[in-house]
């Protein structure tokens, strides 16, 4: 008979995935359901995860390593930033599907958790809940991004 007082092992990679900002509002439980829709990849340096122009299929959240997001404008490549450890990227491409805009690379060997757009498609029609506490972290992320590249203009054009 299971204790309700005991709490239940929790796996390292879901401690892991409760750590990031994206799933802040999640219940364990909820959590745990999330932890059987990651794949996890693993990168070797300088390896691609993405390039642009690519259709978006996926979430990465990066579980170890570092990636570099890059772009290519006039045949001139620029980071535009270089991620770590809990921080994710491609998000948009839960929303929308749209191409990337940037290519993604690891820089040194790299593990990622992996979710898919079609995952959550499917968590969006059999766990509403769910989806929509993703949603609004993804919405406040996305605007966070939008202030930043906002006021990080706006101190451009006064130099």
Do not use: C, W
């Not at 390292?12 to 990651?38: A, C, K, N, V, Y």
């Not at 390593?65 to 772009?71: A, F, K």
């Not at 930043?148 to 101190?155: D, G, Q, R, S, T």
């Amino acid at each position: 008979m299971r204790n309700p007082f005991r709490r239940e092992p929790v796996s390292p990679h879901l401690d892991r995935i409760r750590s990031l900002s994206l799933f802040t509002d999640l219940s364990p439980g909820e959590l745990r359901l999330i932890e059987h829709l990651m794949h996890e990849r693993a990168y070797l340096p300088r390896e691609v995860i993405f390039d642009e122009g690519e259709e978006g299929h996926a979430i990465y959240i990066i579980l170890e390593g570092e990636v570099s997001i890059t772009r290519t404008r006039n045949a001139v490549v620029s980071e535009v930033a270089r991620l770590g450890v809990g921080d994710f990227f491609g998000e948009l491409a839960l929303l929308d599907g749209a191409p990337r805009s940037a290519d993604a690379r690891a820089v040194d060997k790299a593990r990622l958790a992996v979710f898919f757009r079609d995952d959550f498609l499917e968590l969006l029609d059999t766990h509403g809940r769910i989806a929509s506490k993703i949603a609004r972290q993804l919405a406040r992320h996305i605007g966070g991004r939008m202030r930043e590249m906002a006021l990080a203009a706006n101190a451009h054009q006064h130099l």
